[in-house]
């Protein structure tokens, strides 16, 4: 761009305001259309794809934790010499698709970590993400234990959207070479919206899918899903699970809170403040699912899928923002260092030659490795037999659960919520009616369950009794004191009859 005083002007200056007056005027043709041409107008507006970019880097740095994680462990998760556990097994599908012997099998996992990175970079762009379309699913199919989880077929829906996108046209290598050697200052390629519109309804399909099945989930209604989830560490540790576990009404308030945005995302996270208030919920919520539930790759994942909102003059301001970082940080470091030899860096050729390069190293490594002892003097390694005695504790029937390991909890208090106690306390009023919630540890045998009133000596004063049914996991004991003087008492949990668990508390 050239002023008129003859003074170069920057051309992203009036690249940005041509932007802003595009996207106006797609809007005023947006709302005076009629349905069927605002339909068109939503999925084949031209935009330039700063969006897709972003989500095309992100993504795979995110997959690539759960990738590395395994590529120590390829022979013996995906390789005839291990034990795989494909998916299509399950459903009575005899070799549906191959599994291929050690070296292959781990020559394509280098390829597919390499064509990840290559995709981060957006160096052959669509390749790399047609290569990664095929080889992800391919490796959590056949690892269906472990590997196949909720995020690995999100990522590849997502990695089947950005494959059908220009998300490599800006941002990318492959845009720096093609613009290599030019003069002129060469606009971004505009392209349809319609990779991006599909990929916006397909996160919130995913959210109104989850709500249908919690709708269908009695145990996520009362606390009790969420609760004993809090509780383990099969994910990631979660660094507030056991301390939130404690309260259970907080616990279903935010049960409550997060079946209403999923529900409503779908139809109000497109624009506006409500856009806004929505994806600022939901980055709350995936927050709070590392730290409750020790979630790690999922909510990283649906993270990076929010630059799918973004509109094309959002997302080019937040990836100004992080070129400037970029620059202050990184910057320095290549600023000393040659120029690359393009053309011969850009071909398909040097592509192809690198990915071989990297699968040969791949299986030499592996090979070295030696995991099964091929090369041991004494030959490879050998499963040992188990002893007498560990066999007959594998085998032994004769074991039961106590009655008094099904009680999870036993609080006081006085207010419920959602049947839930509000306010847990050990002192009361004379007044006052104390409420004993037991929790139960589902799924569980019909019990009977009491909850009786002792005096600070041990004498029984009263006693209260009720069945708990086997689909039931909470029980509430009402206990007027008026009767009681001051001073202190407790209350005796038995299950079938069995003493479980006492609590001390006090009356005024």
């Keep these: 761009m050239v002023n008129e005083d003859g003074s170069k002007e920057a051309p992203h200056r009036y690249q940005t305001i041509a932007n ?9 043709r947006f709302y005076q259309a009629d349905i ?3 339909f068109r107008i939503f999925f084949e507006a031209q935009e330039v794809p700063y969006a897709m970019a972003l989500l095309r880097i992100t993504l795979p740095l995110v997959m690539l934790i759960g990738v590395l994680q395994r590529f120590m462990y390829v022979r013996e998760l995906f390789s005839t010499d291990g034990s795989p556990t494909p998916i299509w097994e399950t459903y009575g599908m005899k070799n549906f698709l191959p599994i291929l012997p050690p070296a292959a099998a781990m020559a394509l996992y280098a390829v597919l970590i390499c064509c990840l990175i290559t995709t981060c970079l957006g160096w052959k762009t669509r390749i790399s993400l047609i290569v990664c379309l095929l080889l992800y699913p391919y490796f959590s199919l056949l690892d269906a234990l472990t590997t196949l989880t909720k995020y690995s077929m999100v990522g590849t829906h997502l990695l089947l959207l950005l494959s059908v996108s220009e998300c490599g046209s800006v941002w990318s290598v492959d845009a720096w070479l093609k613009n290599s050697g030019s003069n002129a200052d060469n606009e971004p390629t505009r392209s349809a919206v319609w990779p991006r519109r599909l990929l ?12 249908s099945t919690k709708f269908h989930t009695p145990a996520y209604f009362n606390g009790d899903q969420l609760t004993f989830w809090m509780l383990t560490n099969v994910n990631f540790p979660n660094p507030l699970g056991e301390y939130l576990s404690l309260y259970p009404a907080l616990t279903l308030v935010f049960a409550y809170c997060t079946i209403i945005w999923e529900v409503l995302f779908l139809f109000i996270a497109w624009k506006g403040y409500t856009k806004w208030i929505m994806i600022s919920i939901g980055l709350v919520f995936h927050v709070m699912t590392y730290l409750t539930l020790g979630l790690l790759i999922f909510p990283l ?30 910057g320095p470091l290549f600023d000393s260092y040659a120029p690359l030899p393009v053309k011969s860096f850009g071909t398909l050729t040097a592509f192809l030659m690198m990915l071989a390069v990297l699968a040969t190293i791949s299986v030499t490594t592996e090979a070295q490795m030696d995991v099964y002892g091929e090369r041991n003097p004494q030959g490879r390694h050998q499963l040992q037999p188990l002893s007498t005695e560990e066999v007959q504790t594998l085998f032994r029937n004769d074991t039961s659960i106590h009655s008094q390991d099904n009680i999870f ?12 106690l509000i306010d847990h306390r050990t002192s009361f009023n004379a007044q006052e009616t104390a409420i004993v919630q037991c929790r139960l ?24 009794g009720m069945v708990a049914p086997r689909e039931q996991s909470t029980l509430n004991f009402e206990l007027p004191l008026n009767l009681l003087t001051p001073g202190d008492y407790a209350f005796v949990l038995k299950v079938n009859g069995q003493d479980a668990h006492h609590r001390k508390f006090s009356v005024r």
């Excluded at 916006?200 to 709500?211: E, K």
Aim: aromatic residues 12%.
């Design 200 to 211: 916006q309804l397909f996160i919130g399909f995913v959210y109104l899918g989850a709500a």
């Design 20 to 28: 802003f007056k595009s996207v106006a005027v797609m809007k005023n």
């Design 301 to 330: 994942m649906f993270a990076c899928c929010y630059f799918a909102f973004l509109e094309e003059h959002e997302s080019l301001r937040v990836g100004k923002w992080l070129q400037g970082v970029w620059k202050r940080t990184c």
């Design 36 to 38: 069927a041409q605002r």
């Design 441 to 464: 540890v589902r799924p569980h045998d019909d019990l009977w369950l009491e909850v009786n009133m002792h005096s600070a000596d041990g004498q029984l004063l009263k006693r209260n």
């Design 409 to 420: 909890s036993m609080d006081m208090g006085t207010a419920l919520a959602a049947g839930l």
